[in-house]
């Protein structure tokens, strides 16, 4: 559907990999980062905030990577209301095209008091003094208030007023903790747009956690109250509970356009693409019956229902899968396809591949073609996610061998490729794959944790592919992998080493 002049636009400020990646295990390396930025890029979200760039020398790289390849959204990186955290934040995003910088402080009673043991009026005026700063070095300065659902109403009109004045383009009220619910959340939006003289010199954000299961529904309650800008991330993730999902925001928008009279720039049809980007890099599955993205989101089990959207889909579905860009099985491909046919359906499913990676690929898909009689999207998608990511190989799977029954101890042999000479170690667990990691740990001399371990099949069937994905702690540090294939011990094997891979680049760098 077109855009309309009477339509107000809603900018997206997505955090997934300042907020997102503060979710328990969804830590992110550099190249993580710089993927799920490219797809956030083909979504067209407004603004990308990378990261906090003086929380550790990690995390100010990620940033200035981040800022040196995004072309068309902002960049920005948050930071408190302090002179060294703004300096900090200005290095990191300073190279990039549209950069901004995003400083906060808490106004909330209680943080105020038991946090950071300041006197209101010291809080404003160390806000309105840092923004004064901030817009000397940026252009483009967004301030927060956090706990601001908490916060008393003159005050929040305060400061608000005041940091407009000194030069913020974007003011953002946070529901940090959660607390807020639609109705009365949506009020304070419209009491900040009636009690504030200056609020139409900056776009009005919103920010909301999901504690009490009411981001989205507190986020849509401040569109209608009169928001400019909703700050989400992909698949929902975030501290705690989490924050607003951006793909139930953005489609929420969509599908009830007439009645929030508003509209984003979002390109609705890399939401699938990015959510399973997401998911991938962080290990963090997304739950089945999750709205928009989950895997039963566009699933008819229930005889009327099927019976309906075979004979109209609007029966049972108020958006198409489609619009999400979700993968169908518009053509089978098989061991007989062609290298057309294979690059024409990867681009049909978002993925555009340079040379190297797409005969790499390609070979993959030989291969897996052996196994299987047809190759569905789902394969193909799990196949070129693992290709996309360009994770290092350190060390390689060459074979694995496994004995395993109920009457004896499982024992597993597994040979690596490492540094050009092939490796092999026996191991003997309580599981075969227990047994395999422990042989690959002894051959690379590791002592790291599995702290999670998932086994899922992409496609049904008894030739089903099966994606194993693993956590793994070396020291403070967490490392991801994934692994497909047709045997699950393999698809095992593959996502451990995967992991390693991860852990052996970063120390090789350092």
Same mark, same amino acid.
């Given at each position: /559907?077109?855009?309309?002049?009477?339509?107000r636009?809603i900018?997206?400020?997505?955090?997934t990999?300042?907020?997102? @990646?503060?979710?328990?295990?969804?830590? !992110? $390396?550099?190249?993580?980062?710089?993927?799920?930025?490219?797809?956030?890029?083909?979504?067209?979200?407004?603004v990308?905030?990378?990261?906090?760039a *003086?929380a550790?020398? %990690?995390?100010?790289?990620?940033?200035?990577?981040?800022? %040196?390849?995004?072309k068309? =959204?902002?960049?920005?990186s948050?930071?408190?209301?302090l002179p060294?955290?703004?300096?900090r934040?200005? @290095?990191?995003?300073?190279?990039?095209?549209?950069p901004? *910088?995003?400083?906060? *402080?808490?106004?909330?009673?209680?943080? !105020?008091?038991?946090?950071?043991? !300041?006197?209101?009026?010291?809080?404003?005026?160390?806000?309105?003094? !840092?923004?004064?700063?901030?817009? $000397?070095?940026?252009?483009?300065?967004?301030?927060?208030?956090?706990?601001?659902?908490r916060?008393?109403r003159? &005050?929040?009109y305060?400061?608000v007023?005041?940091?407009?004045?000194?030069g913020?383009?974007?003011?953002?009220i946070?529901?940090?903790? %959660?607390y807020?619910?639609?109705e009365? &959340?949506?009020?304070?939006?419209?009491?900040?747009?009636s009690?504030?003289?200056?609020?139409?010199? =900056?776009?009005?954000?919103?920010?909301?956690?999901?504690?009490?299961? #009411? =981001?989205?529904?507190?986020?849509?309650?401040?569109v209608r109250?009169?928001?400019?800008?909703?700050?989400?991330?992909? $698949?929902g *993730?975030g501290?705690? =509970?989490?924050?607003?999902a951006? +793909? +139930?925001i953005?489609?929420a928008?969509?599908?009830r356009?007439?009645f929030?009279?508003?509209?984003?720039?979002?390109?609705?049809?890399?939401?699938?693409?990015?959510?399973?980007?997401?998911?991938?890099?962080?290990?963090?599955?997304?739950q089945?019956n999750k709205?928009?993205?989950? +895997?039963?989101?566009f699933?008819?089990?229930?005889?009327?229902h099927?019976?309906?959207?075979?004979? $109209?889909?609007?029966?049972?579905?108020?958006?198409?899968?489609?619009?999400?860009g979700?993968?169908r099985?518009? /053509?089978?491909?098989?061991?007989?396809?062609?290298?057309?046919?294979?690059?024409?359906?990867?681009?049909?499913? %978002?993925?555009?591949?340079d040379?190297?990676?797409?005969? +790499?690929?390609?070979?993959? &898909?030989? #291969?897996l073609?052996?196994?299987?009689k047809?190759?569905?999207?789902?394969? #193909?998608?799990?196949?070129?996610?693992?290709?996309?990511?360009?994770?290092?190989?350190?060390v390689?799977?060459?074979? &694995?061998?496994?004995?395993?029954?109920?009457?004896?101890?499982p024992?597993?042999?597994?040979?690596?490729?490492r540094?050009?000479?092939?490796?092999?170690?026996?191991?003997?667990s309580?599981?075969?794959?227990?047994?395999?990691?422990?042989?690959?740990?002894?051959?690379?001399?590791?002592?790291?944790?599995?702290?999670?371990?998932?086994l899922?099949?992409?496609?049904g069937?008894?030739?089903?592919q099966?994606?194993a994905a693993?956590?793994?702690?070396?020291?403070?540090?967490?490392?991801?992998g994934?692994?497909?294939s047709?045997?699950?011990?393999?698809?095992?094997?593959?996502?451990?080493?995967?992991?390693?891979?991860v852990?052996?680049?970063e120390?090789?760098?350092?």
């Amino acid at each position: /559907m077109g855009k309309s002049d009477k339509m107000r636009r809603i900018y997206v400020f997505d955090t997934t990999l300042r907020d997102g @990646e503060q979710s328990p295990g969804c830590t !992110m $390396n550099l190249r993580d980062k710089l993927l799920v930025a490219e797809h956030l890029e083909a979504l067209r979200v407004d603004v990308i905030e990378a990261g906090f760039a *003086i929380a550790s020398a %990690g995390d100010f790289e990620s940033v200035r990577a981040v800022a %040196g390849v995004v072309k068309n =959204a902002a960049v920005a990186s948050l930071c408190r209301a302090l002179p060294k955290d703004i300096d900090r934040a200005w @290095e990191a995003v300073r190279r990039a095209k549209h950069p901004r *910088i995003h400083t906060f *402080i808490a106004t909330s009673p209680i943080h !105020m008091a038991c946090k950071l043991k !300041m006197e209101p009026d010291a809080v404003y005026e160390q806000a309105v003094a !840092m923004v004064k700063y901030a817009r $000397n070095l940026c252009g483009d300065v967004q301030f927060s208030l956090e706990d601001c659902s908490r916060s008393e109403r003159q &005050f929040i009109y305060r400061v608000v007023e005041g940091v407009i004045a000194a030069g913020a383009g974007t003011v953002n009220i946070p529901d940090t903790v %959660g607390y807020a619910v639609p109705e009365p &959340f949506g009020e304070l939006i419209a009491d900040i747009r009636s009690n504030v003289p200056n609020i139409d010199k =900056a776009r009005l954000a919103v920010h909301c956690h999901n504690d009490l299961g #009411l =981001a989205v529904a507190n986020s849509l309650a401040a569109v209608r109250a009169g928001a400019d800008q909703v700050e989400c991330t992909v $698949n929902g *993730i975030g501290e705690r =509970a989490g924050n607003a999902a951006l +793909e +139930e925001i953005v489609m929420a928008l969509h599908t009830r356009r007439e009645f929030f009279q508003a509209e984003t720039n979002i390109e609705t049809t890399k939401i699938y693409a990015t959510s399973r980007c997401v998911a991938t890099v962080t290990g963090s599955r997304v739950q089945a019956n999750k709205a928009i993205v989950g +895997e039963n989101a566009f699933a008819h089990e229930a005889g009327i229902h099927q019976h309906g959207v075979l004979a $109209n889909p609007l029966t049972y579905e108020i958006m198409t899968p489609a619009s999400i860009g979700l993968p169908r099985n518009k /053509m089978v491909l098989g061991k007989h396809s062609g290298r057309h046919a294979f690059e024409s359906r990867l681009n049909e499913l %978002g993925f555009h591949l340079d040379e190297a990676r797409l005969k +790499e690929l390609f070979e993959k &898909f030989k #291969l897996l073609a052996d196994r299987k009689k047809t190759v569905t999207d789902a394969d #193909l998608e799990a196949l070129a996610h693992d290709v996309q990511i360009m994770i290092t190989e350190h060390v390689k799977l060459d074979r &694995f061998n496994v004995t395993a029954s109920n009457a004896i101890t499982p024992v597993s042999t597994i040979r690596l490729l490492r540094d050009g000479k092939l490796v092999e170690h026996v191991a003997a667990s309580d599981g075969p794959i227990n047994a395999s990691f422990k042989a690959i740990n002894q051959l690379l001399g590791l002592k790291v944790t599995l702290e999670s371990f998932q086994l899922n099949a992409i496609t049904g069937g008894r030739d089903a592919q099966c994606e194993a994905a693993v956590r793994v702690r070396d020291g403070e540090r967490i490392y991801h992998g994934r692994g497909v294939s047709t045997d699950v011990i393999e698809a095992s094997i593959l996502a451990y080493v995967q992991a390693l891979n991860v852990l052996l680049d970063e120390n090789s760098h350092g």
